[in-house]
């Protein structure tokens, strides 16, 4: 297994990707995650310099590991514009040299949907990952509350029922244990459509609601009980054991205060801990 940050840790510092991009070589991970707006400003932005941190990044074998953005599925939405989002992200993830890009399964709980419902948004999601499948790329969907994927059995009922080999997963494991799940029995069920894992944690239950998008993207929003990895309610040490032999990128989605000294310390820590298993 290895390490991603998220560009979207840096969504409300003024700092540069160049900057990013020296951190996290400077730190031990092996990819970056762009956070959709991120990539969209580089590439239309930033292009000259973008091109200098990417040939950087190959260099020094790190790689952009997944675009995460969000793709527009309601029933409400212009289909069309959400289709023409897409074909604009297989531009973008080309020239980002990355065949993953991760977004949600709608905006309400699985519960509060219809039978209908549910059937135009599978049918949605396989259009959707059809434009991706003719560039050799796949759609994550992350499990995440109110989406189609707040579940497990949802998770699993709807990569079953869109039935496109394109079509992934990305494991966040606070939200599949926020959901009741068992985060290692859902990594084993979940194996078969997972490339992609984020990893982040919480001192308590009672703070979940701090991960709400609206709260997350406020730069005034509350970061009560966000923690590092293994000062928080679920259990890493567990989970990094079980995943530690697969082949996939697992992100440090850190959306707290002082990003650069906690994603340091946290590499820290599980470089540490993966010497450890290598010597014993």
Known sequence: MKYSLCTISFRHQLISFTDIVQFAYENGFEGIELWGTHAQNLYMQERETTERELNFLKDKNLEITMISDYLDISLSADFEKTIEKSEQLVVLANWFNTNKIRTF????GSKDFSEQERKEYVKRIRKICDVFAQNNMYVLLETHPNTLTDTLPSTIELLEEVNHPNLKINLDFLHIWESGADPIDSFHRLK???LHYHFKNISSADYLHVFEP?????????????????EGIVNYDEIIQEVRGTDLFASLEWFGHNSKE????EMKVLINRKLEVVSS
């Not at 399964?105 to 309400?108: D, L, M, P, T």
């Open 214 to 230: 609206n709260n997350v993207y406020a730069a005034a929003g509350s970061r009560i009980g966000m923690v590092p990895l293994f």
């Open 262 to 265: 906690i994603l340091k310390e």
């Open 105 to 108: 399964a709608g905006q309400k």
């Open 192 to 194: 078969p459509w997972t």
